[in-house]
């Protein structure tokens, strides 16, 4: 069982950074994929990004449009941990943050939750206009 606690959430202000950090219980995290996805209540879970293998020892980031430019995605398998750098918050980024895993290969599109077989607790994200 692989075991995701989620870490920095908090309130910034608009334009502000934080940086979300997920760290995972398991031996071969470096074969994992990692996303992170947000929620506000009453909406569904919304992919945000993805940090992948690519079959060999490298990996490709993913972003939704919203946050391209503005978040980071990184991982350092030397302590299983996944982060999250966001910068230039605005009030529309306010969600909770969720962590999410499963080993690679993707068995559905990584924009999907269904493709994620471990999921964090969530952190949440507020963000003041």
């Known amino acids: 069982q692989v075991q995701l606690v989620e870490s920095g959430g908090g309130l910034v202000q608009d334009g502000g950074s934080l940086r979300l950090s997920c760290a995972a219980s398991?031996?071969?995290?470096?074969?994992?994929?990692m996303a992170w996805f947000r929620q506000t209540a009453g909406k569904e879970r919304e992919y945000v990004s993805a940090?992948?293998?690519?079959?060999?020892?490298?990996?490709?980031?993913y972003y939704v449009a919203s946050v391209k430019g503005r978040f980071t995605v990184s991982r350092d398998n030397a302590k299983n941990t996944v982060y999250l750098q966001m910068n230039s918050l605005k009030p529309e980024d306010t969600a909770v943050y969720y962590c999410?895993?499963?080993?690679?290969?993707?068995?559905?599109?990584?924009?999907?939750?269904?493709?994620?077989?471990?999921w964090g607790q969530g952190t949440q994200v507020t963000v003041s206009s």
């Open positions: 999410a895993a499963t080993s690679y290969p993707l068995k559905a599109s990584m924009t999907s939750p269904g493709a994620y077989d471990y």
């Open positions: 940090i992948i293998p690519n079959g060999s020892s490298a990996y490709f980031a």
């Open positions: 398991v031996r071969t995290f470096n074969n994992y994929a």
